[in-house]
């Protein structure tokens, strides 16, 4: 498997050498689907609390006596059959709402978007991105000289390149992270993923 090879214009110039059993992967979108949404739920805090009959705030009056009204029986204006009454099956806080996806299952979702990015071409190779400064401005006319919008940066040891993490942070369709952090949200969700030859390396490592 090849990757095309962007130089600083964002020209692709000669190809880089990928593991086929990284990038060359059969295209498996139940198992891609899977993957995405077990993340995204993995992520979900409990923010969302209801209340039960004993926590609403009503009398305990009786409303009506037993019999006599022609109404249905009741006991008292908390009921979950009444408007404003406590919920039934009440939601909270502490629910849980994780997904277990195997080890082995991961690694191969990750090989199978990083192969259908490889195939699509919205997966190239970079020699570095290294910027002067840890400007915004800097960063941003890079990826505009490169032609690249939304993109995904996946480098290796950012704590000796902290002039692109720096100069990311403010640019809302940019996101740099090192090889471990690359989720498959993010692989999906950007139209290009630019990755270094370190970084490509060490993917391969990871995941061959």
């Known amino acids: 498997m090849e990757l095309k090879l962007l130089n600083e214009q964002g020209q692709a110039g000669s190809n880089v050498a990928a593991a086929d059993t990284v990038f060359g992967r059969d295209y498996n979108e139940a198992l891609i689907h899977q993957i995405v949404v077990a993340y995204a739920a993995n992520a979900r805090g409990g923010n969302r ?3 039960d009959r004993e926590e609403v705030h ?3 009056k009786k409303p009506w006596r037993q019999k006599g009204t022609g109404r249905a029986r009741a006991g008292m204006s908390s009921s979950p059959l009444w408007r404003g009454g406590g919920r039934i099956f009440p939601n909270s806080p502490d629910e849980n709402f994780t997904h277990k996806v195997n ?3 991961y690694r191969a979702g990750i090989c199978s ?3 259908q990015l ?3 071409e919205r997966l190239v190779v970079v020699e570095g991105m290294n910027i002067d400064a840890p400007k915004t401005k800097l960063l941003s ?3 505009q000289g490169m032609g690249l919008e939304s993109v995904l940066i996946i480098a290796d040891n950012l704590a000796d390149n902290q002039n692109l993490l720096l100069a990311s942070r403010n640019l809302p369709n940019v996101l740099v992270v090192e090889p471990h952090q690359a989720d498959p949200m993010s692989l999906v969700f950007y139209k290009k993923i630019v990755v270094t030859k370190a970084a490509l390396a060490k993917i391969e ?3 061959a």
């Open 49 to 51: 609390k209801q209340k």
């Open 58 to 60: 009503h009398t305990t």
């Open 103 to 105: 080890k082995k299952m």
């Open 113 to 115: 978007i990083l192969s």
């Open 118 to 120: 490889a195939r699509e």
């Open 141 to 143: 006319q890079k990826l």
């Open 205 to 207: 490592e990871m995941f």
